[in-house]
């Protein structure tokens, strides 16, 4: 369980991005956090993935504080230029990770190959990054953190730059995805649409600086 009381993040220059947010998040829960651009939304992710430390407040992981990145997580940004790594072939992207998981080459470049066909791009694995459009970096990126099954999958706004048809079989990836591994996913989008189809909950947050403004359960409960 994610519990976050409290969580307040002023920048550095002054800049409050979130002021006094409360979340619970049980395990296995597919919660849609939705919200205006600029409302804090990407700077509650950081929180959450321990790259940037709360101004106050608390976050615990299974009852734990976070500091730090914690183990077992996986993040696809919305920036794809800069989360694949451009040395490394898409295919070699995918499974440098799988090695945390103690799996070996073989199985490394086939559960890579896997994820890579599960998002549609079967035929990408000996390309490099920077010869693929900016979309079909996206979904390597999103290959990347399935392939991992991390227990918290942490997407900020990730099919933004991807066409609609593919937009819509990687909603339904992730949706069966969670189905079918025990993963928390907390997805952040400002496409109200799109939260309530994905989410099992959405929370809505407000204009800067974030708050839950609504809480709001849609699908079936976590099991
Ligand atoms: P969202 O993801 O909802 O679009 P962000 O969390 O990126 O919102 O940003 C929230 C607010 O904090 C915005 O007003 C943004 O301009 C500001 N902000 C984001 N990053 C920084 C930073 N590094 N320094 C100062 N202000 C920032
Ligand atoms: P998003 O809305 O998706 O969070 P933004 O366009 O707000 O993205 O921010 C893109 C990048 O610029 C982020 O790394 C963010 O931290 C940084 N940034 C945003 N606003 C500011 C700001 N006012 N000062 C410094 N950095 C900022």
């Given at each position: 369980?994610?519990?976050?009381?409290?969580?307040?993040?002023?920048?550095?220059?002054?800049?409050?991005?979130?002021?006094?947010?409360?979340?619970?998040?049980?395990?296995?829960?597919?919660?849609?956090?939705?919200?205006?651009?600029?409302?804090?939304?990407?700077?509650?992710?950081?929180?959450?993935?321990?790259?940037?430390?709360?101004?106050?407040?608390?976050?615990?992981?299974?009852?734990?504080?976070?500091?730090?990145?914690?183990?077992?997580?996986?993040?696809?940004?919305?920036?794809y230029s800069r989360s694949l790594f451009p040395w490394l072939t898409v295919r070699d992207n995918v499974a440098l990770p799988l090695r945390r998981r103690g799996m070996g080459r073989g199985e490394r470049r086939a559960a890579a190959q896997e994820a890579l066909e599960s998002v549609?791009?079967?035929?990408?694995?000996?390309?490099?990054?920077?010869?693929?459009?900016?979309?079909?970096?996206?979904?390597?990126?999103?290959?990347?953190?399935?392939?991992?099954?991390?227990?918290?999958?942490?997407?900020?706004?990730?099919?933004?730059?991807?066409?609609?048809?593919?937009?819509?079989?990687?909603?339904?990836l992730v949706l069966g995805v969670h189905r079918t591994g025990k993963m928390t996913i907390l997805l952040v989008t400002h496409d109200i649409d799109e939260s309530v189809y994905v989410g099992d909950r959405v929370v809505v947050l407000n204009r800067s600086p974030a708050r839950v403004h609504a809480d709001i359960p849609v699908g079936l409960p976590a099991s």
């Amino acid at each position: 369980m994610l519990q976050i009381t409290g969580l307040t993040h002023s920048y550095a220059d002054g800049h409050k991005a979130i002021d006094g947010l409360d979340l619970t998040v049980p395990d296995g829960e597919l919660l849609s956090i939705v919200g205006p651009s600029g409302c804090g939304k990407s700077t509650l992710l950081r929180c959450i993935a321990g790259l940037i430390a709360p101004t106050a407040g608390t976050l615990t992981l299974n009852g734990a504080p976070i500091s730090g990145v914690p183990d077992d997580l996986a993040v696809v940004f919305q920036d794809y230029s800069r989360s694949l790594f451009p040395w490394l072939t898409v295919r070699d992207n995918v499974a440098l990770p799988l090695r945390r998981r103690g799996m070996g080459r073989g199985e490394r470049r086939a559960a890579a190959q896997e994820a890579l066909e599960s998002v549609g791009l079967p035929d990408a694995g000996r390309k490099y990054p920077w010869q693929l459009s900016g979309g079909m970096q996206q979904r390597v990126s999103i290959a990347r953190a399935l392939a991992y099954r991390p227990s918290l999958l942490l997407m900020d706004e990730p099919f933004g730059s991807v066409d609609a048809q593919t937009r819509e079989d990687l909603e339904d990836l992730v949706l069966g995805v969670h189905r079918t591994g025990k993963m928390t996913i907390l997805l952040v989008t400002h496409d109200i649409d799109e939260s309530v189809y994905v989410g099992d909950r959405v929370v809505v947050l407000n204009r800067s600086p974030a708050r839950v403004h609504a809480d709001i359960p849609v699908g079936l409960p976590a099991s």
